[in-house]
C-alpha cells in the first residue's frame, strides 16, 4: 500500500503570495496523483488528476506538477477564498485501494 | 442536477449495525466505480471502499474489512454501504463519490453523512 506524506503540514501565508506543497509517495504509481481542496464544513472539492491537469471550473492559478514519488501543488497569488486543507491522493496498482496523504492546512499569516 | 446525496446518519451504540445510502441523480450512474470515503471529527480523509459500475469488484480498507459491505442498486441510481460491528473509531462524515470515468481521480463528492459510534 502507498503512503503519502505532504509538507508542510501547516502552511501560513498572506493573500497574493504563492503557495507550494509537496507530495511524497512511499512507491511510484506514474502519474495517478490527485489534489483536492476540503473548507471547513464542505466535502474536498477535486483541483488536479493525473498530477497536472486542472479539473473543470478550476482557476489556472492552481496547477500540480510531478511524477513517480515527488509532486506538487502551487497556488500563484493566493485569494481569500485558497485557505483551506489540501489532500494529496493516490491509487496503489494491486488491489486498487486509494490513500490519502495527511493534508495541509493554508491558513492566512 | 449532477449530485449524490448521502443518507442514514445516526448516533449508535459500538457492536451495532447501521446503513448508509447515497442517492445519485443527474448522470449515468450505472457506468461508474463508485467510492466511501471517511474523515473523523478534526482528521483527515481516510478511503473506506470501492464498488465497481457492475459490482464485479468490491475493495475495502484494512480498518473496515469484514465488518462493512458495499452494494449499488443500478436501477434506482443509489449506493449503500451496510456497516456492522460498529466501534467507536469508525465515527466520522461518511462521503460517497463517484470516480472519474477516465482515471483515479474522486470527480463527484457528496455532502457527506455523520456517524457518531
Given at each position: 500500500e502507498i503512503v503519502l506524506t505532504q509538507s508542510p503540514d501547516t502552511l501560513s501565508l498572506s493573500p497574493g503570495d504563492r503557495a507550494n506543497i509537496s507530495c511524497r509517495a512511499s512507491q511510484s504509481a506514474g502519474s495517478y496523483l490527485t489534489w483536492y481542496q476540503q473548507k471547513p464544513g464542505q466535502a474536498p472539492r477535486l483541483l488536479i488528476y493525473d498530477a497536472s491537469n486542472r479539473a473543470s471550473g478550476i482557476p489556472a492559478r492552481f496547477s500540480g506538477s510531478g511524477s513517480g514519488t515527488d509532486f506538487s501543488l502551487s497556488i500563484g497569488s493566493l485569494e481569500p477564498e485558497d485557505f483551506a486543507v489540501y489532500y494529496?491522493?493516490?491509487?496503489?496498482?494491486?488491489?486498487?485501494?486509494?490513500?490519502?496523504?495527511?493534508?495541509?492546512?493554508?491558513e492566512i499569516k | 442536477q449532477v449530485q449524490l446525496v448521502e443518507s442514514g446518519g445516526d448516533v449508535v451504540q459500538p457492536g451495532r449495525s447501521l446503513r448508509l445510502s447515497c442517492a445519485a441523480s443527474g448522470f449515468n450512474f450505472?457506468?461508474?466505480?463508485?467510492h466511501w470515503v471517511r474523515q473523523a471529527p478534526g482528521k483527515g480523509l481516510e478511503w473506506v471502499a470501492l464498488i465497481s459500475h457492475?459490482?464485479?469488484?468490491?475493495?475495502?480498507?484494512?480498518?473496515?474489512?469484514?465488518?462493512?459491505?458495499?452494494?449499488?442498486?443500478?436501477?434506482?441510481?443509489?449506493?449503500?454501504?451496510?456497516?456492522?460491528?460498529?466501534?467507536?473509531e469508525?465515527?466520522?462524515?461518511?462521503?460517497?463519490?463517484?470516480?472519474?470515468?477516465?482515471?483515479?481521480?474522486?470527480?463527484?463528492?457528496?455532502?457527506?453523512t455523520m456517524v457518531t459510534v
Open positions: 494529496c491522493q493516490q491509487r496503489s496498482s494491486w488491489p486498487p485501494v486509494l490513500t490519502f496523504g495527511q493534508g495541509t492546512r493554508l | 450505472n457506468k461508474y466505480f463508485m457492475d459490482t464485479s469488484h468490491i475493495y475495502f480498507a484494512d480498518s473496515v474489512e469484514g465488518r462493512f459491505t458495499v452494494s449499488r442498486d443500478n436501477s434506482k441510481n443509489s449506493l449503500f454501504l451496510q456497516m456492522n460491528s460498529l466501534r467507536t469508525d465515527t466520522g462524515v461518511y462521503y460517497c463519490a463517484r470516480q472519474y470515468v477516465a482515471g483515479y481521480s474522486l470527480d463527484l463528492w457528496g455532502q457527506g
